[in-house]
Structures are given as structure tokens and as C-alpha cells.
């Protein structure tokens, strides 16, 4: 059964850093994309960042390019995400999620959450300012 278990939420003050993990289990293909999201209290699901599962090619929202950094641990079926810069605005639920995305599609593709069918239960991420 293919699952997804983020950790590494929590909260910290604007500037500050915090890293996100998620394990992948289950999952006998090895064509698939790994996106980190995010969702504000009112606000809709928004992509964040997401790697195909060759470790390349990476895709970055405009609003984290910079300051995020999504990388792939094979070995150990896991995605992360190096937050960096941390602004108030980042304060979110984020979720990993999986889908059969190819790779060298356009950004907006790979960061639509329509795109996914598998989602971790999320992981509360909060900046103060």
C-alpha cells in the first residue's frame, strides 16, 4: 500500500530554517514525481516544490525560489524540503504528495495538485514575525 509520512513541521521565528521530510512506502514504480504543498487557514492548495523521482528535474514556486531547496534520498524513499529565509507568509499546512508525473513538464503542471493522487496527512509549519 503506497503511503506518505511527513515530519519536521513546527515553528519558528521569521529568518529562520526548518526542514521537512517525507517517506514514501509502497511505491513499486519508479517513475514518479514527489511535490511538496501547502494551505493556509481560507486559502487554497498551492505547490511548493517538486522533483521527479530521478532526482531531476526540480520545479520551484516563485514565491520559495531561493529559499527552498527539494531534494531525494532513493535509498531511503525520501523527499525533503530545506526552508530557509522563513517568512511569516510560509505559515501553512504542508503535505507531500506523489503522482505519475513525466518529467520536463512546464512548472505549473508539476505544481498543480490536481496532478496527485497520493497525499501524506501533512505537517503544521508556523512563522512568527
Known amino acids: 500500500q503506497e503511503q506518505l509520512v511527513e515530519s519536521g513541521g513546527g515553528s519558528v521565528q521569521a529568518g529562520g530554517s526548518l526542514n521537512l521530510s517525507c517517506v514514501a512506502s509502497g511505491y513499486t514504480s519508479r517513475s514518479f514525481t514527489l511535490g511538496w504543498f501547502r494551505q493556509a487557514p481560507g486559502k487554497a492548495r498551492e505547490g511548493v516544490a517538486a522533483?521527479?523521482?530521478?532526482?531531476?528535474?526540480?520545479y520551484y514556486a516563485d514565491s520559495v525560489k531561493g529559499r527552498f531547496t527539494i531534494a531525494q534520498d532513493n535509498a531511503k524513499n525520501t523527499v525533503t524540503l530545506q526552508m530557509d529565509s522563513l517568512k511569516s507568509e510560509d505559515t501553512a499546512m504542508y503535505y507531500c504528495?506523489?503522482?505519475?508525473?513525466?518529467?520536463?513538464?512546464?512548472?505549473?503542471?508539476?505544481?498543480?495538485?490536481?496532478?496527485?493522487?497520493?497525499w501524506g496527512q501533512g505537517t503544521q509549519v508556523t512563522v512568527s514575525s
Open positions: 504528495a506523489a503522482g505519475t508525473i513525466p518529467p520536463g513538464v512546464a512548472a505549473a503542471w508539476a505544481l498543480a495538485p490536481a496532478q496527485y493522487t497520493a
Open positions: 522533483i521527479y523521482s530521478g532526482g531531476s528535474p526540480t
